[in-house]
């Protein structure tokens, strides 16, 4: 698990500083770093990790903020009044960050992950149990409502994972999952005499097997008056741990009660059939109906989120994706046996965790300038208010200008971004652009895993373009019958399908920059973690259009199929990937040289940051040693106890200030005066290495509008003969 520690200053979570003037001064780092986040930052939009209260008059949830001067983090379990007018309080400070325990491809590892740590308001109203984590331990906890203390009450030989409240509230229900405590003691054992190499091994991640079985829970219930403790009964264990309803016709995906008994639910037709359609359905007074308008539907890859009674017990709520590229969040209103279902509200904002409460949709919201608040929307109006907002002073930071872009790339596709400039641009002025992946929904922080600082770029000079991936490629062939999402993946593997769709749309957009007279295109760079990752090397292969990089993560090389292990090896050569076996034959040649640098080294030299977790490193080294012997200006850091999404607070200082300084130095021929020397020396001697210089931050001439070139196998953008492929975007 990452060590991410208790900070020692956490007593100010909720004290709210004096509001200053809006944007007085320009971004800080800390400005970033030191943001109070409500929830856990990287989970599914649709997951909820708040808690109302029975009577609904206060809202409960866990806000974090890192600290990087110690490595550490604030963690408190908060309340605040859902009327605005009374006060929040502080229920519970401290603890460790909660991980996941993921299950994927058949074996369960720690990825980093963070779990949703939902608290459970007693149905009474009195307590809150929630889960609290003290020396690689986690425990169930209760908390007053009011303010009036917290205390653990539970000390279990493995980790509570799950927690609700007994119909009574007289009892607490938690459930472990024993298991696992022994199959890590089989293993302790197993390694006495060596670990075989078999399928639960995962190179890259541990030395050590991961555990190859699906662990069983096991449910309790604890009396809080006698604090007595008992195995849960079978309707407690289904409270505690819901089995989703099935019957041999369909599957039901969402569920939702009305207070007189009224259902409604979401149907896949065929669970067969991985991108079978998906329906609303609804049921009252023994009669049902299924909803005939186009946004009652949907599939795997856009289909409803969130489903709810309203107020009256009338009408059915729920929310979907809307507009181009899926770049608006609708709330939807339907009245079971009508023929349409009416808009309440669309907005570009991201909307995580909402829940009703009455006639109140509470979520939490990002706008693309503000980070996290709690907002209520009027389900019958949707008219919006701020309820509670963390960071009042982030108001008094100067941020960039940013306006949503909208495109379709070359081949049609609809897509969109977020474009950025410094506060104090100009007009006619062209910078250096850095593009962020590959999600751009909400707070534009740092893109996903939050590494690449958008306003603080923004502050320093450059034009920041933060892209939403297109829909995947697989999505125009219509449904093939695939049973997995494994099994459409293959569509986009072969012959590089996905990658070039995402590469055609991430043109398109830096095309629209260059074409408005704002970006240089003689000064671009681009970063990516995971899917950007893969896209960024797939970039530097098919085009010429970037000055520099940097890279989050790896995973496109060929010792993916290597270190990745017997289970990812079997899972990837079943979705197109060739297997590791140099000197490879003329089709795995040809798609290791479409998808990694490791296969181009003779390619033109660009200047390569890798930041990468000390459990995924190994992912990188292919690329890494290639590129060196041919000298190319690389560097890789590994960054100990972190996974895929880092999430150690002096970690993410860190990152943010070396690729800054990164770009600064390839980019503009900056040198940051803070950063050691002995830096600039080592990046001085691998420009002269790659025979490069870093360019300067004098204003460039106009470049000649690009324009598309067809390589023999592939889309080639060369800055020389300025080619790009064209996709449409307003002038």
Same mark, same amino acid.
């Given at each position: 698990?990452?060590?991410?520690?208790?900070?020692?200053?956490?007593?100010?979570?909720?004290?709210?500083?004096?509001?200053?003037?809006?944007?007085?001064?320009?971004?800080?780092?800390?400005?970033?770093?030191?943001? =109070?986040?409500?929830?856990?930052?990287?989970?599914?939009?649709?997951?909820?990790?708040?808690?109302?209260?029975?009577?609904?008059?206060?809202?409960?949830?866990?806000?974090?903020?890192?600290?990087?001067?110690?490595?550490?983090?604030?963690?408190?379990?908060?309340?605040?009044?859902?009327?605005?007018?009374?006060?929040?309080?502080?229920?519970?400070?401290?603890?460790?960050?909660?991980?996941?325990?993921?299950?994927?491809?058949?074996?369960?590892?720690?990825?980093?992950?963070?779990?949703?740590?939902?608290?459970?308001?007693?149905?009474?109203?009195?307590?809150?149990?929630?889960?609290?984590?003290?020396?690689?331990?986690?425990?169930?906890?209760?908390?007053?409502?009011?303010?009036?203390?917290?205390?653990?009450?539970?000390?279990?030989?493995?980790?509570?994972?799950?927690?609700?409240?007994? +119909?009574?509230?007289?009892? @607490?229900?938690?459930?472990?999952?024993?298991?696992?405590?022994?199959?890590?003691?089989?293993?302790?054992?197993?390694?006495?005499?060596?670990?075989?190499?078999?399928?639960?091994?995962?190179?890259?991640?541990?030395?050590?097997?991961?555990?190859?079985?699906?662990?069983?829970?096991?449910?309790?219930?604890?009396?809080?008056?006698?604090?007595?403790?008992?195995?849960?009964?079978?309707?407690?264990?289904?409270?505690?741990?819901?089995?989703?309803?099935?019957?041999?016709?369909?599957?039901?995906?969402?569920?939702?009660?009305?207070?007189?008994?009224?259902?409604?639910?979401?149907?896949?037709?065929?669970?067969?059939?991985?991108?079978?359609?998906?329906?609303?359905?609804?049921?009252?007074?023994?009669?049902?109906?299924?909803?005939?308008?186009?946004?009652?539907?949907?599939?795997?890859?856009?289909?409803?989120?969130?489903?709810?009674?309203?107020?009256?017990?009338?009408?059915?709520?729920?929310?979907?994706?809307?507009?181009?590229?899926?770049?608006?969040?609708?709330?939807?209103?339907?009245?079971?046996?009508?023929?349409? /279902?009416?808009?309440?509200?669309?907005?570009?904002?991201?909307?995580?965790?909402?829940?009703?409460?009455?006639?109140? $949709?509470?979520?939490?919201?990002?706008?693309?300038?503000?980070?996290?608040?709690?907002?209520?929307?009027?389900?019958?109006?949707?008219?919006?208010?701020?309820?509670?907002?963390? #960071?009042?002073?982030? /108001?008094?930071?100067?941020?960039?200008?940013?306006?949503?872009?909208?495109?379709?790339?070359?081949?049609?596709?609809?897509?969109?971004?977020?474009?950025?400039?410094?506060?104090?641009?100009?007009?006619?002025?062209?910078?250096?652009?850095?593009?962020?992946?590959?999600?751009?929904?909400?707070?534009?922080? !740092?893109?996903?895993? +939050?590494?690449?600082?958008?306003?603080?770029?923004?502050?320093?000079?450059?034009? @920041?373009?933060?892209?939403?991936?297109?829909?995947?490629?697989?999505? =125009?062939?219509?449904?093939?019958?695939?049973?997995?999402?494994?099994?459409?993946? =293959?569509?986009?593997?072969?012959? /590089?399908?996905?990658?070039?769709?995402?590469?055609?749309?991430?043109?398109? !957009? @830096?095309?629209?920059?260059?074409?408005?007279?704002?970006?240089?295109?003689?000064?671009?760079?681009?970063?990516?973690?995971?899917?950007?990752?893969?896209?960024?090397?797939?970039?530097?292969?098919?085009?010429?259009?970037?000055?520099?990089?940097?890279?989050?993560?790896?995973?496109?090389?060929?010792?993916?199929?290597?270190?990745?292990?017997?289970?990812?090896?079997?899972?990837?050569?079943?979705?197109?990937?060739?297997?590791? +076996?140099?000197?490879?034959?003329?089709?795995?040649?040809?798609?290791?040289?479409?998808?990694?640098?490791?296969?181009?080294?003779?390619?033109?030299?660009?200047?390569?940051?890798?930041?990468?977790?000390?459990?995924?490193?190994?992912?990188?080294?292919?690329?890494?040693?290639?590129?060196? #012997?041919?000298?190319?200006?690389?560097?890789?850091?590994?960054?100990?106890?972190?996974?895929? $999404?880092?999430?150690?607070?002096?970690?993410?200082?860190?990152?943010?200030?070396?690729?800054?300084?990164?770009?600064?130095?390839?980019?503009?021929?900056?040198?940051?005066?803070? $950063?050691?020397?002995?830096?600039?020396?080592?990046?001085?001697?691998?420009?002269?290495?790659?025979?490069?210089?870093?360019?300067?931050?004098?204003?460039?001439?106009?470049?000649?509008?690009?324009?598309?070139?067809?390589?023999?196998?592939?889309?080639?953008?060369?800055?020389?003969?300025?080619? $790009?492929?064209?996709?449409?975007?307003?002038?």
């Amino acid at each position: 698990m990452p060590d991410v520690r208790e900070s020692p200053t956490c007593s100010d979570m909720l004290s709210m500083p004096e509001q200053a003037a809006a944007g007085h001064r320009d971004i800080r780092p800390d400005d970033l770093l030191g943001l =109070r986040d409500i929830g856990p930052r990287w989970r599914p939009s649709q997951e909820v990790f708040s808690a109302i209260s029975p009577d609904g008059s206060r809202m409960a949830f866990f806000l974090t903020r890192g600290d990087p001067q110690n490595n550490s983090e604030c963690r408190t379990l908060v309340s605040i009044p859902l009327d605005g007018k009374g006060k929040a309080l502080i229920l519970d400070s401290g603890g460790e960050p909660i991980y996941d325990l993921l299950n994927i491809r058949g074996i369960a590892g720690d990825y980093g992950y963070p779990s949703v740590n939902r608290p459970q308001y007693s149905p009474d109203g009195r307590w809150i149990a929630y889960l609290r984590r003290e020396k690689a331990s986690t425990q169930l906890w209760i908390a007053r409502s009011d303010g009036g203390g917290a205390e653990q009450l539970t000390h279990m030989p493995d980790d509570v994972e799950l927690v609700a409240w007994s +119909d009574d509230g007289a009892s @607490v229900l938690f459930a472990t999952r024993p298991s696992l405590n022994a199959a890590r003691d089989a293993m302790t054992k197993e390694g006495q005499s060596g670990f075989l190499y078999d399928r639960r091994m995962v190179p890259f991640n541990s030395s050590t097997p991961a555990l190859a079985e699906d662990p069983v829970y096991a449910g309790f219930a604890l009396s809080l008056p006698s604090r007595r403790l008992r195995p849960a009964s079978a309707k407690e264990r289904e409270k505690l741990i819901p089995l989703p309803a099935a019957d041999t016709t369909a599957f039901r995906l969402l569920r939702a009660k009305s207070g007189s008994g009224a259902g409604a639910w979401t149907v896949k037709d065929d669970m067969k059939r991985w991108m079978a359609p998906i329906s609303l359905w609804a049921e009252r007074g023994g009669k049902a109906w299924r909803c005939p308008d186009t946004p009652c539907t949907g599939d795997e890859m856009n289909s409803l989120f969130g489903l709810w009674w309203s107020a009256s017990g009338k009408d059915v709520l729920f929310m979907r994706r809307s507009g181009q590229g899926n770049s608006q969040t609708s709330l939807m209103r339907w009245r079971p046996g009508a023929l349409r /279902a009416e808009t309440v509200f669309s907005t570009e904002n991201l909307l995580v965790g909402c829940q009703i409460s009455g006639r109140l $949709l509470l979520c939490a919201r990002e706008t693309s300038t503000e980070p996290r608040r709690i907002v209520a929307f009027d389900t019958r109006t949707g008219r919006e208010r701020v309820i509670f907002d963390p #960071n009042p002073q982030f /108001a008094g930071v100067r941020l960039g200008k940013v306006e949503r872009l909208q495109w379709r790339g070359a081949d049609g596709v609809e897509s969109f971004g977020d474009l950025v400039l410094p506060p104090s641009y100009e007009q006619g002025r062209r910078l250096p652009l850095i593009v962020v992946q590959y999600r751009t929904r909400g707070f534009l922080r !740092g893109g996903v895993g +939050d590494e690449y600082p958008i306003q603080l770029f923004a502050a320093r000079g450059y034009a @920041v373009l933060s892209v939403e991936n297109p829909p995947p490629f697989y999505l =125009r062939l219509g449904d093939r019958g695939w049973t997995t999402w494994k099994e459409a993946e =293959r569509d986009n593997v072969h012959a /590089a399908h996905e990658r070039t769709n995402v590469l055609s749309s991430l043109t398109t !957009g @830096v095309q629209m920059v260059i074409d408005r007279g704002i970006a240089d295109p003689s000064r671009i760079g681009i970063t990516g973690l995971s899917d950007g990752a893969a896209t960024v090397q797939f970039a530097l292969i098919h085009s010429r259009l970037f000055s520099a990089a940097a890279l989050s993560s790896m995973g496109s090389d060929s010792q993916m199929m290597v270190y990745g292990g017997p289970a990812l090896i079997e899972e990837r050569a079943r979705m197109g990937f060739p297997l590791y +076996d140099p000197p490879f034959d003329n089709e795995g040649k040809a798609h290791w040289k479409a998808t990694s640098l490791a296969f181009n080294p003779d390619l033109p030299k660009v200047p390569l940051l890798m930041q990468l977790a000390d459990h995924e490193y190994m992912l990188g080294l292919e690329t890494y040693t290639v590129l060196r #012997n041919h000298r190319w200006p690389l560097e890789l850091y590994s960054f100990p106890g972190e996974y895929h $999404l880092k999430t150690q607070a002096a970690h993410r200082a860190a990152i943010y200030r070396r690729n800054l300084a990164w770009f600064d130095y390839w980019l503009r021929g900056l040198h940051d005066p803070e $950063l050691a020397s002995d830096v600039y020396e080592r990046w001085d001697k691998l420009a002269r290495e790659a025979g490069r210089v870093p360019d300067s931050d004098i204003q460039p001439a106009l470049q000649p509008d690009l324009h598309i070139e067809q390589g023999h196998d592939a889309p080639v953008i060369d800055r020389a003969k300025s080619g $790009l492929p064209r996709g449409d975007h307003p002038q």
